[in-house]
């Protein structure tokens, strides 16, 4: 594994022309989301217990991502294939926020980032998608509104993710993974070639929906109390989805984030291992400093071996902010899509 350390100053300026990434914004279907009655609308076999509300069918909706492609990424090239990164959004943000909140002239500094760590040979070339992390029928209202279906469709992310978002990614471009190979070595080779991680609330989406943690929902309709006085409170449990994902990155994850010790629990009792959980938070973050420590705590005494690597970063005087999420991506980037032994649990 490599060092885990900061982001050097040259990264963030541009590589030469021919070595520059591009970005594409794209749509694609989604059959599962929230409607505006606050049930999920689902082309799946998902039953109310384990979505902890309503289920029915509905007419599916539309939603776009943006899309960063390496520099050489040709469509038509059969004999290409690359890794893919899901990074996510804060809860004010949406599919642009990595790449509009940290710009330098015409280019974005996130880009130059990205492309600085392939034309170096830090890392391999590799796609990365920018969703937008709300599953709602008004997924592009960005406003922190805790009784939004809006705000709910963050925690009901992982039924897009796993059924419309990926199949789409994987569908029509060159990526090493394949969805549709649901046979035994299929899902072993896919999950090792997929990595996730967010930033605050997207950090709580990786945590929360991807290792398995809690939904939430207003306390409008819980008919509780908010730990965190924000008008939240948790509801069920997510099952998770590490059959998908083998690399997990949760940078200054928001107050909602599931405790370590169900994090925990819902490793030990996953099938697969997570091969790398990287997590990070500024010591002067006033946002995020409680959820990330509680997190962290828990995992260190719970997860046990069912945890392959474990990176808790914490950045002195880093705040809620892209200086600490940049450097979360830079070293996550470095220590994904490492190929060693497949942490599956057998038996």
């Given at each position: 594994?490599?060092?885990?350390?900061?982001?050097?100053?040259?990264?963030?300026?541009?590589?030469?022309?021919?070595?520059q990434g591009t970005i594409q914004e794209v749509s694609y279907r989604v059959g599962n989301y929230i409607q505006r009655?606050?049930?999920?609308?689902?082309?799946?076999?998902?039953?109310?217990?384990?979505?902890?509300?309503?289920?029915?069918?509905?007419?599916?909706?539309?939603?776009?991502?943006?899309?960063?492609?390496?520099?050489?990424?040709?469509?038509?090239?059969?004999?290409?294939?690359?890794?893919?990164?899901?990074?996510?959004h804060g809860v004010g943000g949406d599919h642009y926020e990595w790449l509009r909140n940290s710009k330098a002239g015409?280019?974005?500094?996130?880009?130059?980032?990205?492309?600085?760590?392939?034309?170096?040979?830090?890392?391999?070339?590799?796609?990365?998608?920018?969703?937008n992390g709300r599953s709602s029928y008004d997924w592009s209202d960005t406003s922190f509104h805790a009784e939004g279906?809006?705000?709910?469709?963050?925690?009901?992310?992982?039924?897009?993710?796993?059924?419309?978002?990926?199949?789409?990614?994987?569908?029509?471009?060159?990526?090493?993974?394949?969805?549709?190979?649901?046979?035994?070595?299929?899902?072993?080779?896919?999950?090792?070639?997929?990595?996730?991680?967010?930033?605050?609330?997207?950090?709580?989406?990786?945590?929360?929906?991807?290792?398995?943690?809690?939904?939430?929902?207003?306390?409008?309709?819980?008919?509780?109390?908010?730990?965190?006085?924000?008008?939240?409170?948790?509801?069920?449990?997510?099952?998770?989805?590490?059959?998908?994902?083998?690399?997990?990155?949760?940078?200054?994850?928001?107050?909602?984030?599931?405790?370590?010790?169900?994090?925990?629990?819902?490793?030990?009792?996953?099938?697969?291992?997570?091969?790398?959980?990287?997590?990070?938070?500024?010591?002067?973050?006033?946002?995020?400093?409680?959820?990330?420590?509680?997190?962290?705590?828990?995992?260190?005494?719970?997860?046990?071996?069912?945890?392959?690597?474990?990176?808790?970063?914490?950045?002195?005087?880093?705040?809620?902010?892209?200086?600490?999420?940049?450097?979360?991506?830079?070293?996550?980037?470095?220590?994904?899509?490492?190929?060693?032994?497949?942490?599956?649990?057998?038996?």
């Amino acid at each position: 594994m490599k060092n885990v350390t900061a982001v050097p100053a040259e990264y963030f300026r541009p590589v030469h022309a021919d070595l520059q990434g591009t970005i594409q914004e794209v749509s694609y279907r989604v059959g599962n989301y929230i409607q505006r009655d606050r049930r999920l609308v689902t082309d799946r076999n998902i039953s109310n217990r384990e979505a902890g509300r309503e289920t029915k069918a509905g007419d599916a909706i539309y939603k776009k991502c943006s899309i960063y492609l390496p520099a050489g990424y040709d469509p038509t090239d059969s004999g290409r294939r690359y890794n893919v990164l899901y990074l996510l959004h804060g809860v004010g943000g949406d599919h642009y926020e990595w790449l509009r909140n940290s710009k330098a002239g015409e280019k974005s500094i996130f880009c130059n980032l990205l492309d600085n760590l392939i034309a170096n040979g830090d890392i391999d070339p590799l796609i990365v998608v920018f969703p937008n992390g709300r599953s709602s029928y008004d997924w592009s209202d960005t406003s922190f509104h805790a009784e939004g279906t809006h705000m709910l469709g963050f925690y009901y992310f992982d039924y897009e993710l796993r059924f419309d978002l990926v199949p789409f990614i994987e569908s029509n471009y060159k990526t090493l993974a394949n969805i549709s190979d649901t046979s035994h070595a299929g899902i072993l080779y896919n999950r090792m070639h997929r990595a996730i991680a967010g930033l605050s609330m997207g950090g709580m989406q990786a945590l929360n929906l991807v290792v398995g943690g809690y939904r939430h929902d207003s306390t409008r309709f819980t008919g509780t109390k908010s730990p965190w006085n924000n008008g939240l409170d948790r509801t069920v449990l997510a099952p998770g989805m590490i059959d998908l994902f083998a690399y997990v990155g949760a940078f200054s994850n928001a107050p909602t984030s599931s405790d370590g010790k169900t994090l925990a629990e819902s490793l030990i009792s996953s099938r697969h291992n997570l091969d790398l959980l990287y997590v990070t938070c500024g010591d002067a973050d006033r946002i995020a400093m409680d959820s990330y420590t509680q997190m962290v705590e828990g995992l260190i005494h719970h997860a046990g071996d069912h945890l392959h690597h474990f990176y808790p970063i914490l950045i002195k005087d880093g705040c809620h902010d892209f200086p600490v999420w940049n450097n979360g991506v830079y070293n996550f980037s470095r220590l994904i899509f490492q190929q060693g032994d497949d942490p599956t649990v057998e038996g």
